[in-house]
Every structure is written in C-alpha cells, then in structure tokens.
C-alpha cells in the first residue's frame, strides 16, 4: 500500500475532488489548460476544439478512465493554426465521452478539423497533462481543413523563393475556405505581408510596385 502511494506520488497524478460543490464554468483555452493543468483540477472548464481523431484503445494507468467505459478523442487547441507544422504534429489528448452517452454519437460522427465548443470537467491530472471528462459538444461553424493548410504551406514554400505572385494566389485560395474569423485574421496579416514583400521586390528590379490588391474578409 505505502509503495502504490509513494508511485502515485512520483507520476505526479491528481484527482479532483468531487466532494467540493459545483463551480462556476471558467472558459479557458486548451493550450492554458495544457500549460497549467494543475490550475483547474477539479473545475468546469469551457474551451474550443479542433477534432482530430477518436481513439477506442489506450492505457488508463491508474486513473478512472478505462476504455471499456469511456472513448477518447484528440484535437487542437482552436487558438492554434494547424497550417504551422508544429500546431499540426501536437494534438491533445486525454478528453473523454462515455461510451453509450448522449455525446459518443456525434463524437463518431466528427469529422477531422470540425470545430466543438467543449464543456468539461478537469478530473485528474496525470504526467502533466489534464485528464478532462466531456460533458456537452457543441458543433461550431467555420475550421481550417486540409485544403486550406495545404494552399498556406505552397503559399509560404512560393514566398520562400521569391514567387510572391504564385504565393498570393495560393493565399487567395486558402482564404477562400470559411475560415473562423480568428484563422481569417491571421491568414490575411499573412497576405498583407507577402503584398509589402511583394513590392519591395519590384522596386529593388527598377520596376513600379503593383497596386495593392483590396483585402477584405469575406
């Protein structure tokens, strides 16, 4: 018994305690609550989600969430681009329906990239990272599918090499996609930038800058 406690102390696992009343639902981020897990043990947390995948099998360790009761999934943090490769290869995990709740159909259902507005409860923290039951999903509009991360990588590779012509018109592209307005805000700093790299270029070859194209959300 001594030796169970002393390991569960050296993984760092924590539970919630359910003995505490309910609290106030805090909207948080899912990269806050992956940088600070132990912050929000045991409270109601509200944050948006990049669908990535379901998941039918993996290792509970000693934590309440076995796969015969639960299915998991794992997406991206919504303040997140996944068109930065590094966002991309960094999924979060560890998020859990019950299986046979009213919930596990629309999780089988989720497509890659749709976005959910998730309510949750933070019920363990274990190795550093939060162990978060799902309580409600809610369908959003708007996600940055995989043809809108493959315009931004050709249109930052013809950027690269100086083709900014053939990069505007990859941006253009990408842009075209109903993109949630965070993500559309960004892609067009993006585009701003390449029209400014764009000119700059024209004027260092003798030649007169080409007008702006207007840039207007869609």
Do not use: C
Request: proline content about 7%; overall charge negative; charged content about 30%.
């Amino acid at each position: 018994m001594i030796a169970l406690l002393l390991m569960l102390a050296a993984l760092g696992t924590q539970r919630g305690d359910a003995s505490h009343p309910a609290q106030p639902e805090i909207e948080v981020t899912l990269g806050e609550l992956r940088t600070h897990p132990g912050l929000h043990l045991g409270q109601d947390v509200r944050f948006t989600l990049q669908f990535r995948a379901r998941v039918e099998d993996w290792n509970p360790y000693l934590s309440r969430f076995e796969p015969g009761r639960w299915l998991a999934l794992e997406g991206w943090p919504d303040e997140g681009f996944t068109w930065d490769r590094a966002v991309f290869e960094s999924p979060v995990g560890k998020l859990f329906v019950r299986r046979g709740g009213g919930f596990e159909p629309l999780v089988r259902r989720a497509r890659a990239h749709q976005r959910f507005e998730v309510h949750g409860r933070v019920r363990e923290v274990f190795l550093g990272e939060p162990w978060i039951e799902v309580v409600e999903l809610v369908p959003l509009e708007g996600e940055i599918g995989d043809g809108t991360i493959l315009h931004v990588s050709r249109a930052r590779a013809a950027a690269s090499e100086g083709q900014f012509e053939l990069a505007l018109d990859q941006y253009e592209r990408a842009r075209a996609a109903p993109l949630p307005p965070h993500a559309l805000k960004a892609l067009l700093e993006e585009i701003r930038a390449t029209e400014k790299a764009a000119a700059r270029k024209q004027e260092s070859e003798g030649q007169a800058p080409a007008g702006a194209r207007p840039i207007e959300p869609r």
